[in-house]
T-cell receptor
């Protein structure tokens, strides 16, 4: 079985722009969770989707949003990027048991 | 919100020495999970502990869950350079889907 895939792997944006990240869970897995990892704050939960519905949400501003499609693929969107949004964004399949390689976002 | 503290933040050992990282919570945990993240990599699930006082072993790694289910430890016997990385504990908070991660312990092993 293929693992969790995330695209793109690296991204450079400027302040004020928006970005969309994609995650495909392991085939057959319906749950996708998103985490932000920074040196200062560590790993923080963003949100989780299950069967196209947001099941749980972390403490992030409304600029961070997500969705899940019928094939379980998920996207997260960050609007009006700030410098502090620079981070490794990880998605996980099956409530955290399997993490993808992450998308490294740099905001200039 | 729930916090999971982990100590130490960093440990540097010589190959062959033992290593232990500790995870503590102010509230009772339903379970605890451990992950390893290699430099430049992503967290990889190691194990989940559920029962009070549970001890599990994976080769040189020993995982313990405290009797009160508020703390946990990971012990590595005779470290090797392949053990280098950051070890995180994580607990399910609220619903089963949300993980709260500890701050992590970065392990450096030198020959």
């Amino acid at each position: 079985k293929a693992g969790v895939t995330q695209t793109p792997r690296y991204l450079i944006k400027t302040r004020g722009q928006q970005v969309t990240l994609s995650c495909s869970p392991i085939s057959g897995h319906r749950s996708v969770s998103w985490y932000q990892q920074t040196p200062g704050q560590g790993l923080q939960f963003l949100f989780e989707y299950f069967s196209e519905t947001q099941r749980n949400k972390g403490n992030f501003p409304g600029r961070f949003s997500g969705r899940q499609f019928s094939n379980s693929r998920s996207e997260m969107n960050v609007s009006t990027l700030e410098l502090g949004d620079s981070a490794l964004y990880l998605c996980a399949s099956s409530s955290g048991l399997f993490f993808g390689p992450g998308t490294r976002l740099t905001v200039l | 919100g729930q916090q999971v503290m982990q100590i130490p933040q960093y440990q540097h050992v010589q190959e062959g020495e033992d290593f232990t990282t500790y995870c503590n919570s102010s509230t009772t945990l339903s379970n605890i999970q451990w992950y390893k993240q290699r430099p430049g990599g992503h967290p990889v699930f190691l194990i989940q502990l559920v029962k009070s006082g549970e001890v599990k072993k994976q080769k040189r790694l020993t995982f313990q869950f405290g009797e009160a289910k508020k703390n946990s430890s990971l012990h590595i016997t005779a470290t090797q350079t392949t053990d280098v990385g950051t070890y995180f504990c994580a607990a399910n908070t609220g619903t089963a889907s949300k993980l709260t991660f500890g701050t992590g312990t970065r392990l450096q092993v030198t020959l």
